[in-house]
């Protein structure tokens, strides 16, 4: 099958088009690192606290429901390659009204997810050097990446294959000591046996639902690669090789290491919490600075994460434009990239920073909680389009279908299933509540707009 970027409808119209900068080895190390990312290493220290023992069983459950939106995204991306990904195929497959929908609530996320990401990196930098403002370091590391984002995809790629190979090697070397701590043969540790795991569920179920939902939010960030492949040599085949890996490094990175950590820590030790989990248990071996080392662990990978957020918004955003779906500033790429679109998601996260010094309880609260919920949205349009375009594709191309869903679609209406489950729980808890509801009004008011945009566009 050839390699060259299938358009989405009215894409080729966008007033530039992006380059093929990525390599084979940018991708796959993206892909690596990707499923490695902030909400691992910074947000698990909340879902072992309620979950206890049962974050394995919760990050496994998880991650089964995220294998299959890989799977189903994968085959999608792999027949279309674009740099629209699921908002493409939502158009495709659905009606200009859900690419819209699906498209521009993932921007908000992401663009939210940039300025998040950029205070959490700046609290453990001023941790090192107190007195140091925090909204200095955001802009700092704003600045960076803004720049690296607006030069070439070439740099953004050289980023993320250095900081995926530092949190791979990282994890790697944690996993490594943790199997071997708890075997009973790292020097000078003792093995804590299944001491730790007397008590599966101490939460009791509840406990086990608060750690569900903490772990599919933990997930978020792997679409990332399916972006990034229209910008690489081989598109499909980058596409095609990431998907086929993604259930044992969601296994390995994230299971695994849930699994090494609730057994070398007691789930209720404050320091999972305080310090977070991986330096919790790295300092429960005695090994000299350990902590300190996953601490500029964990600092790569919300730059990582930065990076990588930057980079996905002005794709999505340049897609929309090239759909029709947005401001034509925004589809402005000369010379391969988008940088009108790269300036204006900076500036949206930038702006989120602000707003958390400014307006913590009110508007910055509101914008969570309306991001809360977007990543199930998503999914859920994902699993609709694979529903329909599987098909399409079976009749008209099935050359294109390099990737397929396992047991289609019996295991498309699975994961369907598993998505309302998840509304649901989230429904039951007073936090998660809030959340579901303000990504339900946005989602609404999107697609309310979309939809007339879509019919004035038919009436032309």
Request: charge should be positive.
């Amino acid at each position: 099958m050839p390699s060259t970027t299938v358009t989405t409808p009215q894409e080729s119209d966008a007033p530039g088009t992006l380059s093929h900068g990525l390599k084979q080895r940018h991708l796959s190390m993206i892909a690596l690192g990707g499923v490695i990312g902030a909400g691992l290493f910074v947000g698990s220290g909340a879902g072992i606290a309620a979950a206890g023992p049962s974050i394995v069983l919760a990050y496994t459950l998880s991650g089964l429901l995220v294998m299959l939106v890989m799977r189903m995204l994968g085959e999608m991306s792999a027949a279309y390659p674009s740099s629209g990904s699921f908002s493409a195929h939502a158009e495709r497959a659905i009606g200009p009204w859900a690419g819209f929908t699906a498209g521009w609530s993932f921007w908000v996320l992401l663009c939210t997810a940039v300025g998040l990401e950029g205070i959490g990196a700046a609290k453990i930098v001023t941790g090192w050097l107190p007195g140091t403002p925090e909204w200095a370091w955001v802009a700092l590391f704003m600045v960076v990446f803004c720049g690296t984002n607006l030069a070439a995809v070439k740099n953004f790629g050289e980023f993320e294959f250095w900081f995926a190979a530092l949190k791979v090697g990282a994890i790697s070397l944690f996993l490594v000591l943790g199997v071997l701590a708890i075997a009973g043969v790292l020097p000078g540790t003792d093995s804590p046996g299944a001491s730790h795991l007397t008590d599966l569920l101490p939460n009791g179920s509840e406990g086990l639902v608060i750690g569900v939902l903490a772990s599919v939010f933990a997930y978020g960030g792997l679409e990332t690669v399916t972006i990034a492949a229209a910008e690489s040599e081989n598109p499909v085949k980058g596409v095609a090789s990431a998907v086929r890996t993604a259930m044992w490094r969601i296994a390995l990175f994230y299971v695994g290491s849930m699994a090494v950590i609730v057994t070398l820590v007691p789930w209720d030790s404050g320091a999972v919490t305080e310090k977070g989990p991986y330096v919790a248990a790295l300092d429960s071996l005695g090994i000299p600075g350990a902590g300190q080392v996953m601490n500029v662990v964990v600092l790569v990978a919300l730059l990582s994460a930065m990076n990588a957020n930057i980079y996905g918004s002005s794709r999505i955003a340049y897609s929309l434009v090239a759909r029709g779906q947005g401001p034509k500033v925004l589809g402005r790429a000369p010379g391969g990239v988008p940088r009108v679109a790269v300036l204006a998601s900076s500036v949206f996260g930038f702006g989120c920073v602000l707003l958390s010094y400014w307006r913590p309880n009110d508007v910055f609260s509101w914008l969570l909680n309306m991001i809360g919920a977007v990543i199930l949205v998503v999914w859920i349009f994902i699993a609709v389009s694979q529903l329909r375009l599987r098909g399409q594709l079976e009749r008209e191309a099935p050359e294109r279908l390099t990737v397929r869903m396992w047991a289609f679609p019996v295991l498309t209406w699975v994961a369907l299933a598993g998505m309302a489950g998840i509304f649901v729980l989230m429904a039951r808890e007073a936090d998660t509540r809030v959340q579901l509801y303000s990504t339900g009004a946005m989602t609404v008011v999107l697609a309310a707009v979309g939809y007339a945009w879509q019919r004035r566009r038919a009436a032309r």
